[in-house]
């Protein structure tokens, strides 16, 4: 029992209710510790930790010397100054989060953002209040059968076992909110999560107010139709902001990340309206508060409703908002009065924010060209879509062994601001010391990789080798993404992986969207060509990709790998991982990578982007793409590994890792990319 009268349980258990111990590596690890099979077992939550915590570690002097530390640092951390002068009141929107791999909560990129945009937001101590949804089932686990067809579950989240507190009215009974979709009233509750200082929100419709076949709505991530989709959505934008205003937050910039929270626009403006404001008045009103982000640099990806669909789902929203369904409609089409324009949440998103952005400088260009029909009388270059490229939460991304590493070598505190020079350091570190810390990591994820296949469903056989040179790649197997891109040329890429002197090795993770059978082939197709002779127990699919897989592989690779068909990938962030461990890109210059790449700090796929991006054959590019990444590979990827000076040192490749340890991650951190949200598109002054 310590002096404040809290025991090492006590502050265990005070700080598992609190996210912030999913971005501090000592508290993960004190978890672990705790039972480490069971904490494993429940994809590292630690509640199933505490719950079986074995008394030995408890009473261990030495872990309750580690949990005080870890405390203190908690309570500091909860204690600590706002570290941006008079910021604003910021609400924050977005359909999914990736916060950590016990909470699936998340799909993929966008998801994984959010998390990270919160987390960052609270490091900065802003005032920021972030709502989702509760997705009780998630996105889905993946499994396989035995021909290596994915498979589909879906495990149901219990909130008992989670740090998630259903919001309460004054009274003590659960407060909910109205939210009408088509012409029946649903009420919605809500869940809180706490990110650190950052408060997130999850509307849920799964309870007995609401009629059994409304109940499902809020269930799970990006499945059934666009009769769904729009439901789901009115519940997110409407009942969103109407829980913030029963919680009485009255934010001063509402941020709708995507087009799938928009509606909470037309929900500011019913606000005005209903408080006697016109339509126009109104309309202005919304603008000056709120701020738009899209992703989407495919014109069918952009969510969209038939408008007989639309002026159903919205039939009872209109009658409080006694506004017309062509006059509703008109804020989700480029072209009002035509009657077959479907209902675009990203042109809602663009009428009625008074700033929007893409999320790359590349994916910014192609916002531009994808709306310019709306902004009749500017040029492209004028047209009103920024870039703000994405970042990660680099306390998050960044394994322990690292964390310890920066500590050692440059002291940076990852959660506090610090600036490019501190990094800059980094640079000044001898070739044997970077070259150990890459060794040390690659072996770690070996380690890793050869016990979790033992559990999935998939069968692999690792044979990998902790010294061969590692490639990852993780990402959703959307077909954009090309994950088979490399074995095009079968013979090509047999050869490079059968080399007996110059070993490589392929990690790969990832899911395909349920209704997604070319995504899903690409991964069955990997799975064939892993049990080939050449390939075999050095291709290797990671099953059940997730937040961990994602740490573990982006911290351990040599090499991280992206080829998407340009300009299709918005940003991209899992490259942004790597570059803190020393790893390198080996990417299409799509998404941040053109912003990143210098010549010497990783590797670029492809010709160099030129003037109309995503007009080339598809065909042609893939077939030039590939050459390009052989090419790569063989000449220089490849060489520059394998290339020992007389201590068995790479020493160009090191060059290539002090570049980029260097250079890239304060310049692609959440914590840069939040504070330019904050300057350029937060701050009204901005
Ligand atoms: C980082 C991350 C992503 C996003 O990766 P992209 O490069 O943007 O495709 C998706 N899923 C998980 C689990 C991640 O960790």
Redesign the pocket.
């Known amino acids: 029992m310590s002096p404040n009268g809290l025991t090492p349980r006590d502050k265990l258990e005070s700080i598992a209710i609190n996210l912030w111990w999913t971005w501090d590596p000592e508290a993960r690890a004190l978890f672990r510790r705790l039972n480490p099979e069971f904490f494993r077992a429940a994809d590292n939550n630690p509640q199933a930790a505490l719950a079986t915590a074995k008394d030995d570690v408890l009473n261990d002097s030495a872990f309750q010397d580690a949990v005080d530390a870890v405390y203190a640092r908690y309570r500091d951390y909860m204690e600590r100054d706002p570290q941006v002068e008079e910021a604003p009141d910021i609400g924050y929107f977005c359909m999914e989060y990736?916060l950590h791999e016990s909470l699936s909560l998340?799909s993929?990129?966008l998801g994984?953002l959010a998390g990270d945009h919160a987390k960052a937001a609270s490091d900065l101590h802003l005032p920021f209040t972030a709502v989702g949804l509760f997705l009780s089932e998630g996105y889905f686990r993946q499994s396989f059968d035995a021909n290596g067809w994915q498979e589909a579950t879906h495990p149901v989240l219990d909130s008992a076992k989670h740090p998630l507190s259903l919001v309460l009215a004054p009274g003590g009974d659960p407060l909910t909110v109205p939210v009408h979709v088509g012409t029946r009233t649903l009420q919605v509750r809500a869940w809180k999560l706490a990110l650190g200082h950052t408060d997130l929100y999850l509307l849920d419709t799964d309870f007995d107010a609401n009629p059994e076949e409304y109940r499902p709505l809020t269930r799970r991530l990006y499945q059934g139709g666009d009769h769904e989709r729009i439901r789901q959505e009115l519940v997110l934008g409407i009942g969103g902001l109407r829980l913030l205003r029963a919680l009485d937050v009255e934010p001063d910039v509402y941020h709708a990340n995507e087009g799938h929270c928009a509606f909470l626009m037309l929900e500011l403006m019913r606000e005005r309206l209903d408080a006697g404001l016109d339509q126009a008045a109104a309309e202005q009103w919304v603008r000056d508060r709120c701020v738009f982000t899209t992703h989407t640099p495919v014109m069918a990806g952009h969510d969209h409703f038939h408008p007989d669909l639309f002026s159903e789902a919205i039939a009872g929203f209109r009658d409080q908002i006694h506004l017309s369904t062509h006059d509703l409609l008109s804020y989700g089409r480029v072209h009002p009065d035509d009657p077959d324009e479907t209902f675009t949440m990203t042109v809602l998103g663009l009428k009625l924010s008074r700033a929007a952005n893409g999320v790359s400088e590349l994916n910014g260009h192609v916002a531009r060209q994808q709306w310019q029909d709306l902004y009749p009388d500017r040029s492209l270059d004028e047209v009103p879509i920024d870039s703000i490229t994405n970042g990660?939460h680099l306390p998050t991304w960044t394994a322990g062994p690292a964390r310890d590493f920066l500590d050692t070598h440059i002291q940076v505190d990852l959660t506090e601001r610090q600036d490019a020079d501190d990094w800059a350091r980094l640079a000044d570190l001898s070739d044997e010391v970077l070259w150990r810390y890459r060794s040390q990591l690659r072996t770690r994820l070996v380690t890793y990789v050869e016990a979790k296949v033992q559990a999935q469903s998939l069968p692999m056989h690792p044979a990998l080798d902790p010294d061969a040179l590692t490639i990852g790649f993780?990402?959703?197997f959307a077909t954009y993404?090309r994950a088979p891109l490399i074995f095009r040329d079968r013979e090509r890429a047999r050869a490079l992986f059968a080399d007996p002197e110059r070993p490589i090795q392929l990690l790969y993770a990832g899911k395909a969207h349920p209704d997604d059978d070319a995504g899903k082939r690409f991964i069955q197709r990997i799975y064939e060509i892993s049990r080939e002779p050449g390939f075999e127990g050095k291709v290797i699919f990671l099953e059940g990709?997730?937040?961990e897989?994602?740490?573990m592989l982006?911290s351990g690779c040599d090499i991280w790998l992206?080829n998407p068909r340009r300009p299709l990938?918005a940003?991209?962030?899992?490259?942004q991982?790597v570059a803190a461990h020393g790893g390198l890109n080996l990417s299409v210059l799509d998404g941040w990578w053109p912003e990143g790449y210098t010549g010497n700090n990783g590797w670029a796929i492809g010709p160099e982007p030129t003037g109309d991006y995503g007009t080339a054959d598809p065909e042609v590019q893939d077939e030039q793409d590939a050459a390009s990444l052989y090419t790569q590979l063989e000449e220089s990827v490849i060489p520059t590994f394998y290339d020992r000076n007389a201590d068995g040192l790479p020493e160009d490749w090191i060059d290539r890792m002090r570049a980029a340890m260097a250079e890239l991650p304060p310049a692609f951190s959440a914590k840069r990319m939040v504070l330019d949200y904050v300057n350029e598109m937060y701050r009204t002054d901005g």
Not at 571 to 575: K, L, N, R, V, Y
């Open positions: 990736g998340y993929g990129g994984v990660v993780a990402r959703r993404k990709y997730d937040m897989i994602g740490r982006t992206n990938e940003s991209g962030t899992s490259g991982k």
